[in-house]
Nanobody, 126 residues
């Protein structure tokens, strides 16, 4: 069993920044380096969409809306993935979910992920 715990969401003004963190934890027999970790988001009334994902070897896949503003990184030793979000816009308002899968192959299909966090709310508003 693996648990994903997100932190770092909140209320920020347009143009501001937030840093999300997600830690994967579990029994000592199940916690290895996750193949792919990343972030999806879901705005009210909309479908869940990819933000960015990163494989254990460092390969990154980002949505067009994130490129140039959001940076994903991971610390394999800590099984932790980060999302640095800059120049935030009101349309970035959503619940942000951490996702992880064992297979080290980038995929954009959210159902390919083995584990999900509870989500953290990000609200961009003046």
């Amino acid at each position: 069993q693996v648990q994903l715990v997100e932190s770092g969401g909140g209320l920020v003004q347009p143009g501001g920044s937030l840093r999300l963190s997600c830690v994967a934890s579990g029994s000592i027999f199940s916690v290895n380096v996750m193949g792919v970790m990343g972030w999806y988001r879901q705005a009210l009334g909309k479908e869940r969409e990819l933000v960015a994902t990163i494989a254990a070897g460092g390969i990154i896949n980002s949505a067009d809306s994130a490129k140039g503003r959001f940076t994903i990184s991971r610390d394999n030793a800590k099984n932790t993935v980060y999302l640095q979000m800059n120049s935030l816009k009101p349309e970035d308002t959503a619940v942000y979910y951490c996702a992880a899968r064992w297979v080290a192959r980038i995929t954009t299909t959210w159902s390919d992920y083995d584990y999900w966090g509870q989500g953290t709310q990000v609200t961009v508003s003046s």
